[in-house]
């Protein structure tokens, strides 16, 4: 049995933080392009992530609204898609625990 080197063990650790958050990778993946270009729309976020439409990243951006990690500055109050998401403070630490230092 091979040793397990510090980086392997640091990947680790990033993992169960993420495991533990109950964030799924496709979320993280939404949160780090949503804190790279702050204000952009569910349909925008699809295409930067390679999805064929919005409902593929909705039911992440649900989570992600619920969980405080993003927010919503809609300008349209009764429109029912998400349209102008930012990064929260909650947000943000959780993605500095993730990034390799």
Do not use: C
Not at 35 to 50: D, F, I, S, T, Y
């Amino acid at each position: 049995m091979t040793a397990i080197s510090t980086a392997q063990m640091d990947f680790l650790v990033r993992v169960k933080k993420m495991d533990q958050s109950g964030v799924k990778p496709r979320e993280v993946l939404m949160l780090w392009a949503i804190a790279r270009e702050p204000g952009m729309m569910g349909r925008e976020l699809a295409v930067k992530l390679g999805y064929a439409s919005r409902s593929n990243v909705q039911i992440g951006i649900r989570r992600l609204l619920d969980m405080g990690l993003i927010t919503d500055h809609r300008t349209v109050r009764n429109h029912q898609t998400p349209n102008d998401l930012y990064i929260t403070p909650a947000g943000e630490t959780f993605i500095a625990g993730l990034v390799p230092q």
